[in-house]
């Protein structure tokens, strides 16, 4: 079973900008989610995709939007992109069941933004 | 709001020994879920070992063990036969909401293994 790809897996951009990352999950697998990994704020949770519908909100500016298609692929959104914007941003895919067993995520190797 | 802290940022240790990570962390949830994620230098995370608050026994995965403390918030990650690719960052996690609200991460603890 392929894992959780990623693309681009590198980008440069420059302030003001937007960029959008996608995400491709695990064959079966209806929940994404996205980090963010900074050296300084380490990893931090966006939000969680589940059947299109975004569950899970974390503290990141509205800038940060995404969204999810109905093959569960999915993509993150980043408008007026600034400095601190650079960052690996990781996507994570789980069944995303619900049921009572845990959904293990499975993370992708991370798209590495740098903006100029 | 869940907490994660990793008081080590860097360790080392001598191939062939053991070597124990720190990890606590604070939650006001009865029934969450830990993690020691590892993520070399390809950037890939890969998840080593689980552990489920509800059970008191201690998860075991081949050469990695936890000594999970629930009372004492407390869940330490010891690696034992130490091997080159053990090197790697090593992060501690926790999940409250079966996945929805997304893991929150201690700030890591790179471990370095000497020959």
């Known amino acids: 079973k392929a894992g959780v790809t990623q693309t681009p897996r590198y980008l440069i951009k420059t302030r003001g900008q937007q960029v959008t990352l996608s995400c491709s999950p695990i064959?079966?697998?209806?929940?994404v989610s996205w980090y963010q990994q900074t050296p300084g704020q380490g990893l931090q949770f966006l939000f969680e995709?589940?059947?299109?519908?975004?569950?899970n909100k974390g503290n990141f500016p509205g800038r940060f939007s995404g969204r999810q298609f109905s093959n569960s692929r999915s993509e993150m959104n980043v408008s007026t992109l600034e400095l601190g914007d650079s960052a690996l941003y990781l996507c994570?895919?789980?069944?995303?069941?619900?049921?009572?067993?845990?959904?293990?995520?499975?993370f992708g190797p991370g798209t590495r933004l740098t903006v100029l | 709001a869940q907490t994660v802290t990793q008081s080590q940022p860097e360790m080392s240790v001598q191939e062939a020994e053991t070597v124990t990570l720190s990890c606590t962390y604070d939650?006001?949830?009865?029934?969450?879920?830990l993690f020691w994620y590892k993520q070399p230098p390809s950037r890939q995370m890969i998840l080593v070992i689980r552990?489920?608050?509800?059970?008191?026994q201690n998860a075991t995965e081949n050469r990695f063990s936890v000594n999970f403390q629930k009372a004492a918030k407390s869940f330490s990650l010891k690696i034992s036969d130490s091997q080159l690719g053990d090197a790697a960052m090593y992060f501690c996690a926790i999940d409250e909401g079966g996945g929805a609200d997304g893991l929150t991460f201690g700030k890591g603890t790179h471990l370095i293994i000497q020959p």
């Open positions: 994570a895919s789980s069944s995303g069941s619900g049921s009572a067993v845990y959904n293990e995520q499975f």
């Open positions: 552990q489920e608050a509800y059970k008191q």
């Open positions: 939650t006001s949830e009865s029934d969450y879920y």
């Open positions: 995709y589940f059947s299109e519908t975004q569950r």
């Open positions: 064959s079966g697998h209806r929940s």
